[in-house]
């Protein structure tokens, strides 16, 4: 089949098209679902430590650490990390305790602001108890879904509480990163997100659409493929009234029959032809 023959064929070739409302209600569904497999997809595939996802394109960090004042007799320097970092679609706050004798810290309040767990871990700080917490949350390109993981203390290598579906291994420490679907909504996100998506699922449901104003072009019937004539109206074959591009609105408008100017090129024809 030679080129300009499925040009002819894909232009003749007649499918019917769903109403707008149907496709628009379709492209929400399927660009709400977009957005949660892009979530699981990064929640899935990026470990989400702080080495892993260290130095890639588009990583960004805010890190507080506040030392803590050496107990009397212990050489040991205790100190408790709060770190926020960035990758594309991936956001992770890691809280790393303990708290000793520790005191409110104002920038450690502000890396968790956002986090499902702020409340409480703000408490946490300024009471100065030992607090490990990972959270994260995945979605492109805004956050749409989050999950969080505690412990319940500092030196635990195994996971207290999964909020999300864990994935991965229970056995880890918060600076491995820890592999878990993330269930919580983080509606602002899923709402961009999904009409983002939604937008380009209804863009090719609409395909039909650039067909029909490329038939249009050629004069043909819009809805059918078959050839018009100028002075036709409505198409002999299909019945459906004539639409024409136009170049100044960019798409298709219903015709006047009223004949009134020389820019009106379509007179009032009986149907068929
Ligand atoms: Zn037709």
């Known amino acids: ?24 209600a379709a492209a ?34 805010d890190v507080a650490v506040q030392l803590i004042s050496t107990p009397p007799g212990s050489t040991e320097v205790d100190l408790e990390e709060v770190t926020r970092h960035r990758c594309w679609g991936t956001e992770v706050v890691e809280v790393w305790g ?40 995945d979605g492109w390109p805004i956050p749409a879904l989050r999950a969080e993981a505690r412990w319940s203390s500092y030196a635990d290598t195994g996971v207290s509480k999964v909020v999300g579906v864990l994935v991965g291994s229970r056995h880890v420490m918060p600076t ?25 699922w209804f863009a090719l449901f609409s395909m039909g659409d650039i067909r029909t104003i490329l038939r249009r072009r050629r004069g043909l019937c819009g809805h059918c493929g078959y050839r018009l004539l100028p002075e036709q109206s409505r198409c002999s ?13 960019g798409c298709a408008s219903r015709v006047h029959t009223k004949s009134s100017g020389p820019s009106a090129e379509i007179s009032p024809s009986p149907h068929g032809a």
């Open 176 to 200: 491995d990163g820890v592999r878990m679907l993330p269930l919580q909504p983080i509606w602002s996100g899923l709402v961009i997100d999904t009409v983002l998506y939604a937008s380009l």
């Open 98 to 137: 303990p708290v000793i004798n520790g005191q409110p810290y104002g920038s450690l309040h502000a890396l968790v602001e956002g986090t499902s767990f702020a409340g409480e871990m703000k408490e946490k700080f300024d009471r100065g108890e030992a607090a490990t917490a990972w959270w994260r949350a």
């Open 237 to 249: 074959e299909c019945g459906q009234p004539r639409l024409r591009f136009t170049k100044k609105r």
């Open 1 to 24: 089949m030679s080129n300009g023959t499925r040009v002819q064929a894909f232009l003749s070739n007649p499918i019917p098209r769903p109403p707008t409302v149907v496709r628009v």
């Open 28 to 61: 929400i569904v399927l660009g709400a679902a977009t957005t949660v497999a892009v979530a699981w997809s990064l929640a899935y595939f990026v470990n989400g430590s702080l080495n892993s996802m260290y130095g890639a394109p588009g990583f960004s960090m």
